[in-house]
């Protein structure tokens, strides 16, 4: 038996953020978040069911990966052969179009494809809103991934895992885009996995975050029903900012930043001083992203690289939900 599925997913970067677990065997937050999908960075998945094989295969961008890797990816597709009532193994592809565990979300396009990919594969038939909940048990992040535009992801109730998954509130199509300032691509040293449990762990700011982005989210929310873009930049700025600073108060203190983070920081404040509005947002890494208007992303551009070269700044439009690939669509 050979059945193949191939599905492309593009990541998202939280506005407003997901930071720590209420169960971590099945990836339930402590409180929903709210992201945009990008369409300049995605993953491309392929599943082929091959009762020949012993055990999954799983290669990234070509390259055959070690037992550890494969037994996440193995444990993830359980999920589907349970659902299936079928015990046959697979083998993996996935082509990471973004760098790999950087802070840019790769873990988001990532699981979001294997999961549609999966999905085809076993041909489960499932519905995007249970996909949503199946793609959050591989990252939570990725729950996000499955729809393009603005994405809620609702924390949902108790321990119930099919409360928990995501819904595109707004396509975006009112002038937004973001740019990313590329400071360092390569593999973080801590995984967002562990630096957000221990944040939840130790840091006394913990409680005080929560009741932030629950706040955050509410305002954040009424800003897109009215297309305050203005609005939307403050609270995306000030929620990554309070995510951070709850990291630096766990023990040890957790800080993704380098030297270069703060001068991008720095120069969109004075990019905006000098008023064109746009807004740092920074993840579990120190690359930082800036949210502003797609008409005036060159302007921004021309002043980003008075600091930066050209190869770090990369700009996106908004992004789409996951799509299925044929044939002919798969290039590799
Ligand atoms: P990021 O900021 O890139 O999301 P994370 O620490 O959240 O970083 O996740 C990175 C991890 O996600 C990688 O170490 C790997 O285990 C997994 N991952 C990344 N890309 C893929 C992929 N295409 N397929 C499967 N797993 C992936
Ligand atoms: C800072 O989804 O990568 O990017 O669920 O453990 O896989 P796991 O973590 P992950 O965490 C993302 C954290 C973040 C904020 C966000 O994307 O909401
Ligand atoms: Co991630």
Same mark, same amino acid.
């Given at each position: 038996?050979? !059945? ?42 392929? @599943?082929? $069911?091959? %009762? ?18 494969? /037994? ?19 083998? &993996? ?20 494809? $294997? ?10 038939? $499932?519905? /995007? !809103? ?20 603005? @994405? ?23 002038? &937004? ?7 360092? =691509?390569?593999? =973080? ?7 957000? =449990?221990?944040? @939840? ?23 897109? /029903? ?34 270069? %983070? ?27 992203? @800036? ?9 921004? $551009? ?31």
């Amino acid at each position: 038996m050979r !059945q193949i599925g191939r599905c492309r997913a593009h990541t998202n970067i939280a506005l407003i953020k997901y930071w720590g677990k209420r169960n971590n065997d099945l990836f339930l937050p402590m409180n929903s978040s709210l992201s945009l999908t990008l369409d300049a960075f995605y993953t491309d998945t392929s @599943v082929t $069911l091959d %009762s020949n094989l012993e055990m999954d295969e799983f290669f990234l961008n070509g390259m055959k990966q070690d037992k550890d890797e494969t /037994k996440k990816i193995s444990r993830f597709l359980d999920l589907f052969r349970q659902t299936a009532n079928s015990d046959v193994h697979a083998k &993996i592809e996935s082509y990471n179009h973004v760098p790999t565990a950087a802070g840019l979300a790769s873990s988001a396009s990532a699981f979001a494809a $294997l999961a549609g990919a999966a999905n085809t594969a076993w041909q489960l038939n $499932l519905d /995007k !809103q249970t996909l949503s909940t199946y793609a959050r048990r591989g990252s939570g992040s990725s729950t996000r991934s499955i729809y393009g535009g603005l @994405v809620e992801w609702n924390m949902g109730e108790g321990d119930i895992s099919e409360s928990s998954y995501a819904i595109e509130i707004d396509d975006a199509s009112w002038d &937004i885009g973001m740019i990313v300032i590329a400071i360092n =691509k390569n593999k =973080k040293k801590l995984s967002s996995r562990i630096g957000m =449990k221990l944040t @939840v762990d130790t840091s006394p700011f913990y409680p005080v975050w929560v009741t932030e982005a629950k706040n955050d989210l509410i305002a954040m929310k009424e800003a897109i /029903k009215q297309k305050d873009f203005i609005k939307l930049g403050e609270i995306t700025e000030s929620n990554g900012m309070k995510m951070h600073a709850t990291m630096l108060g766990a023990t040890p203190p957790i800080s993704y930043w380098e030297p270069d %983070s703060v001068k991008a920081i720095n120069k969109v404040k004075e990019i905006r001083n000098n008023g064109i509005p746009c807004y740092v947002t920074m993840d579990a890494g120190p690359n930082v992203k @800036v949210l502003c208007r797609q008409s005036q992303m060159s302007d921004i $551009l021309d002043k980003l690289k008075e600091s930066f070269t050209n190869d770090q700044l990369i700009c996106s439009a908004v992004g789409e939900g996951i799509k299925q690939l044929t044939d002919t669509e798969w290039s590799y």
